[in-house]
């Protein structure tokens, strides 16, 4: 079936210094969602994507949908402690979301 | 947006015991979804319950494992039964919203420990 594949699995900062996650699928999605997840908390609906090419912002994070809508990233810039936590990209087949592996980001101060 | 009240938040239970998972809604939705979260994974739908019909499960959790009880627009239940330590694992109610597409929320989730 259809999966998400997301990368890397653990990214480890410094606070200040950038962050990108990668979500790739072998075929075209209607739409792509991202999700945040704290440490022992529920995931979060952050934003979804639904154009070709499109680019969303949201302070410090910019989320991209691929021109093939087949992949979409999520890059934070100056990354500060709140940002911890586990970030999901999920897309939907037969109605169904289906959610990348995550990416566990952690902070240093 | 939706509010889902979930419960327990945690437990601490022996194998070949069962437990019931609630979720609890504020407003009425068609459909609910179960997930599990094993420790440091992702998620993976069980199943999807449907108000007035039977669950629908996903490949690898079947009925006689993971009942599931849908008595109302606003309510559901996850049995995970005869417990084994590969249960361990978080367990997540989802809704999402009322137009096609739309994103998910999740309760506060349920940390199950089998020993």
């Known amino acids: 079936g259809q999966q998400v594949m997301q990368i890397p699995q653990y990214q480890h900062v410094q606070e200040g210094e950038d962050f990108t996650t990668y979500c790739n699928s072998s075929?075209?999605?209607?739409?792509i969602q991202w999700y945040k997840q704290r440490p022992g908390g529920h995931p979060v609906f952050l934003i979804q994507?639904?154009?070709?090419?499109e680019v969303k912002k949201q302070k410090r994070l910019t989320f991209q949908f691929g021109e093939a809508k087949k992949n979409s990233s999520l890059h934070i810039t100056a990354t500060q402690t709140t940002d911890v936590g586990t970030y999901f990209c999920?897309?939907?087949?037969?109605?169904?979301?289906?959610f990348g592996q995550g990416t566990e980001l952690s902070v240093k101060p | 947006s939706a509010v889902i009240s979930q419960k327990p938040s945690r437990d601490i239970c022996q194998r070949g015991t069962s437990l019931t998972i609630q979720c609890q809604v504020d407003?009425?939705?068609?459909?609910m979804f179960w997930y599990r979260q094993q420790p440091g994974q992702s998620l993976t739908l069980i199943a999807t319950a449907n108000q007035g019909s039977e669950a629908t499960y996903e490949s690898g959790f079947v009925i006689d494992k993971f009942p599931i009880s849908r008595p109302n627009l606003t309510f559901s239940t996850l049995t995970v039964s005869n417990m084994s330590p590969e249960d361990s694992s978080i367990y997540l109610c989802?809704?999402?919203?009322?137009?096609?597409?739309?994103?998910?929320?999740f309760g506060q989730g349920t940390r199950l420990t089998v020993v």
């Open positions: 989802s809704v999402e919203g009322t137009e096609k597409n739309t994103e998910a929320f």
């Open positions: 999920a897309a939907r087949r037969w109605g169904k979301l289906i």
């Open positions: 407003s009425q939705v068609t459909m």
């Open positions: 994507l639904v154009k070709s090419g």
């Open positions: 075929t075209t999605l209607s739409n």
